[in-house]
């Protein structure tokens, strides 16, 4: 109960000023192509230097939790992810924003992030020292297992067809790979110096999203129908919030996945947003409805997203590991006001750690009360004509893959992925699974060479796979996983053999 | 159907694409060396080639379920936005400099692209002041905001 | 508004005063690549040290950091040595001995000829961490658990043909033993959390995390792989006096270079600024306050150094 005595100094002059400079301006580097939380903290650390260490966790927590949530922004309305955090939301909230109900759908998303925030960072407050002890209980083989079950989850995740699905991921799983190889160091499918580096994921993202659609715009020609004449719903703020308790499974699906996936390191809120909606998905008695603008899809994936932030940030205060890069960049706006995670934080400035928390509890609200107020007008993105949304979505496109590490040749990756991507995507082949094959590539291969390595030495590959409760609870999760699978692809094709189904 | 549609012959250039892709990756997994460094992409390469000619025969035989193909009126109209996107962003953006080829290839598309007829004096003011607004909030956001060195060679 | 056309009145003066042909250098922000992920070790010093370039006595122009983050740094060094600009406009972060083995064992596009030094900022020793439940206490504990085992004790580090890699290469040939290295791929953090999540039973890792990580009551830290005890950790022995002939090879040196070809005037302008930048007394006190260890040398001290710890690691790494 600590922390509520610390309210009071979230609430003074310069730190609630700094608290709202956070949020709205977290909110608009999040909406930004190209900008992952974690470079939108980095970007602000400079401005810290200069304030006191509460001060500037409380512009850099409040930052964080901001442009998680704006990442939803520009994935429901243009379709590009802001980070890997938000490909989920784009499933849904894209068609629904296309649809005429951008403005729910937006207004869905704050408040699910917002309730999904609030229950992250109540765990960090109550829980954390048991949580602390779970982040640690992943090793590489636990972590290996974690990334195969991802893997299961790409054949059912927005495609129409399983197999199209898996070889979709086979795809990003083979794309990941390209570049240094990060172990060994060996060079691999270099065949153009734009590729050195590798493929990076957010560049990726933007080509693999945003690109297809604006060919599918080109590809509709000059025509005045479609989006000018199409009204967008006004929406009330009191029917979105009931709208979200008529999904209480979808929140929790979403609120725990996050927690928990959140909270394990190397893994972070990355797949957090599409195992929840997967998870969601399979669970929902309306399962078809999902991926064509059903809400409950961008409540289970932003309710995710944000619940992670709070446990997220338990391996560093706790344990003083950063368990995400953006955690490691606030480790690095902790180090310059000499305070160390850990014990010396909440002993000797339980002032900076508990406003910090408590900043990013009061930010939560903020972001949702601020996001309710500019969904209505910001849904009107929509009515954009596609002419000029092609051409904006383009720009951004470039000016975004640019901009996340100043390579031209992360703007090459994106446009070639990108038009390859359009013509895959009219043969039945979708983005959502080759990008989770890129995210969950390296962190599978990495640890199973990391895994096998501490294995050889000690007990042997079999024992430290297969060996402990953890593991067998995963595998028994995989299995599962690919056995429903599996079910659903048998109940489908009955389904489909009635007509032949070309979309 | 018996006649082979557009769709099912695209289908079947289509996968048989990814499935060269995917016997080329796997060839280059197992003769690249040092090998231990290609254990993974081995595995995966192997996986993506069976998949690939699975769905290279269903789209053979015709049975392939999912995905329209592209429609020759689509393509049509694709094509000048496509090759304008790709002289842009893999000549204009570098020669030209980010701001510069930005402003033209928007301006280009938004032209080829709008509904409005090419005639009207108006239509063209209203194009230019779009493109305008645009390339001020992308400097704005991008050069003023976030301090973003994109290459520079005509003007800014 | 008003604060714009002043900023626009201020810049325009800036460009019109009257400036003389070397001093026209920087006329605009520096960038400076960093090889490694942003909030790591490398970053987050790079980012103080580089805090006052904007300051009249220093550069005058702020650096902007750029991350090339992947495969232990080589990413980043490879771009700069093959596509970054010699224009003065672009610096690199250096860590040795990361990049100089890295360019002996071969399979990068680099080696020292690709870069030309300007200062040394830090100096991070590698130290050997083990888990504060852990069963040893000294070195020796550890010496001994590996002799008796050969290829058995697990010992994590940031990477391969890093510092701590080199450490552990060099505790191998000491000792003559033999241990199992495991890389991870998260860099020093991820090598850190193995060792306290009791993944492995050693690891080797920066001082400067280790130091942090002992704060917080996690590890023990049982040897420090530098000629002396280091001034942060003066209870901890090096590991020459525990009786492992182990020198200061690996110890992680951190400073700013520029790719070859970038004009002489430029290099010698940033060698005579950039030392006097690391040794602003409000970058001391903020890398002090960090934890992290500082050791500013100039130009011509980097070049020997680098000559030096070439010949040392090719030596090392012959027999591999």
Known sequence: MEFIFYFGDVFTPVNFALLLVGTIGGLILGATPGLSPTMAVALLIPFTFQLEATQGLILLGAAYTSTVAGGAVSAILLKIPGAPANIATTLDGHTMAQNGQGTKALQLSFLSSAVGGIFGVMLLIFLTPVLAQWALAFGPSHLFWLAILGVTVIGTLDSKSVVKGLLSGCIGLWLATIGFDDIMGAQRFIFHDALGGGINIIAALIGLFAIPQVISMFAKGRRGDGAEVMQVQKHSVFEAIRVLFRFPRALGIGMSTGAIIGLIPGVGGQIAGLVAYDQTKKFSPEREKFGKGHPEGVVAAEAANNAMVGPSLVPLLTLSIPGSPTAAVLLGGLLIHGIFPGSDLFDNHPDVAWTFINSMLIGQVLMCLFGLYVAGVAARVAQVPQSVMAAVVLGLAVFGSYSVQSSMGDVYVMAALGIMMYFLERFGFSAAPLVLGLILGPIAEANFIQGSMIANATDGLGPYFLGGALNLFLIAVVIASVAYSAWMEVRNRRYLSKEEILV | ?156 | MKKLLAGAAIALMGLTAPVLADDAYPERPVMMMVSYGAGGATDFQARIVTMTSGNEDALGMPIAILNKPGAGGRVGWNWLATQAEADGYTLGAYNVPHFIAQSIKGGVSYDIDSFEPIANWGADPAVLVVGADSAFNSLQDVVDFAKANPGKLTTSGAGLFVGHHIAALQMEKAGDMKIAYIPTKGGGAAAMKAVIAGEVMAGINNLSDAFRAREAGNVKILAVADLERNAFLPDVPTMMESGLDVDNASVNFRGVMVPKGTPQPIIDKLAETVPAMFENSRVQGKMKSGGSPMHVMTREEVQAMWAQRQETLTALLAGL
């Open chain 2, 1 to 156: 159907m018996s006649v082979m549609s557009l769709p099912r012959l695209q289908h079947i250039v289509a996968s048989g694409c990814v499935a060269l892709v995917g016997i080329w990756v796997a060839y280059l997994s197992y003769t690249q060396q040092p090998s231990e460094a290609f254990l993974f992409p081995r595995l995966i390469s192997s996986v993506f080639v069976v998949l690939a000619l699975w769905t290279f025969a269903k789209a053979c035989l015709g049975w392939t379920k999912v995905g329209a193909g592209v429609s020759v009126h689509a393509f049509v109209n694709m094509l000048p936005g496509l090759l304008i996107a790709i002289v842009y962003i893999f000549w204009g953006a570098k020669a030209l400099g980010f701001y510069t080829a930005t402003a033209i290839a928007f301006f280009v598309l938004l032209s080829l692209y709008d509904p409005a007829p090419h005639g009207q004096i108006k239509s063209w003011g209203k194009r230019v002041l779009i493109t305008t607004g645009f390339m001020g909030v992308m400097y704005g956001l991008f050069a003023l905001l976030l301090k973003v060195y994109t290459p520079r060679e005509v003007l800014f």
